[in-house]
């Protein structure tokens, strides 16, 4: 009985230090690798984190994007799970945000327009009329300062100038990635204004669980915990309603190979060329909960996607289509890697009915998420 007690103590402890960056490993922390030269002369650092059993993360001060990341398949092979490219140029000309966090607000804005406070702010339109992702030169092409604190944690900080594309506010962003032992990716975000602003930023990985972006994803089985999605309008611009997925080619409340129903004859399909929507997630409270699984039968790959927000968006890499050169030459086919991008939902500043995104003096901004990994 004491025995009992003890081991389940052991595995609750051991559960809640996988999760937490604050397990930091010690050891010695390796020296980051010139990565490459900017224009303007500044140089791009390359870091590595590690875990004890060998899953690996690598990320730049460009953009803090992630340009690797090694996980084991069913054979205990370590294999690249993120598309990306091989040197800084690849990234400094990439329009596609590969692996980078992007923000101020991750996903669209209509007509690149807020309402805050009573003021209206025009934000940079560069997706069609809409403003997307943080605008042409949003976080995910800024140059952050980093430090890695241990050999799996790595802390970069950026401070973005009121105006900035827009946006008000002087905000200061923190974003934390750290590989547990548990073989988890963990990014945590914290952001401070000193005026009145919106923040969404998130994470744009393009993974293709095989290890090869000469897969498509359609074989992948994907689950989303989520009853509802917000359609879109034909620019992906939320319409405020939401539909049940109950009978549409949106239900992966139980595994659904990617592929089943992407063709399906379906208005919201035809919008997004396939998926390109926000899931509503269930469960929202704050606290941070499995809201997806992604499952490759091939390798053996099992991603599970952890978080507190209220939204994920899932884009099935429709718009890539083969002109994109990637790592070791490697043309990027159409849907041969997919985003999980944990978010509060498009559009939020004009829907008076999702879940606010406005951050104020005095407030922190934060969110959790994480992609674990294992095989099945
Ligand atoms: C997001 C968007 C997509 C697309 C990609 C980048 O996931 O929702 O529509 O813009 O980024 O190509």
Known sequence: MRMDKFKFALILLLGVCGLSCSGKRSGAV???????????????????????????????????????????????????????????????NDQSYQGAVVGRFGNRIAGGKIHLDGKDYQLSVNDGNNHLHGGFTGFF??????????????????????????????????????????????????????????????????????????NSILEHHLIIDADYITPVNSTLIPTGELLHVQGTPFDFRKPRPIGEAINADHEQLRFGSGYDHNWVLNNHTGAVRKVAELYDPDSGRLMEVLTDQPGLQFYSGNFLDGSLVGKKGQKYGFRTALCLEAQHFPDSPNKPNFPSVILRPGEEYGQTTIYRFSVK
């Open 30 to 92: 390796p020296n980051p690798q010139v990565f490459g030269r900017l224009d303007n002369g500044e140089t791009i650092y390359l870091y590595t984190l590690a875990n004890r059993t060998g899953m690996t993360a690598q990320i730049i001060n460009y953009g803090a994007i992630m340009v690797s990341l090694k996980v084991p398949d069913g054979a205990g092979n370590f294999q690249d799970v993120i598309l990306g490219f091989d040197d800084l140029e690849g990234y400094v």
């Open 141 to 214: 092409k800024a140059v952050w300062d980093a430090q890695q604190e241990s050999p799996n944690t790595l802390r970069l900080t950026l401070v973005s100038p009121a105006g900035e594309e827009g946006y008000p506010g002087n905000v200061h962003m923190t974003v934390t990635y750290c590989v547990t032992e548990d073989n988890s990716l963990k990014i945590e975000y914290r952001g401070t204004t000193d005026e009145p602003t919106i923040l969404n930023p998130t994470s744009h990985g393009y993974f293709n669980l095989t290890g090869s972006p000469q």
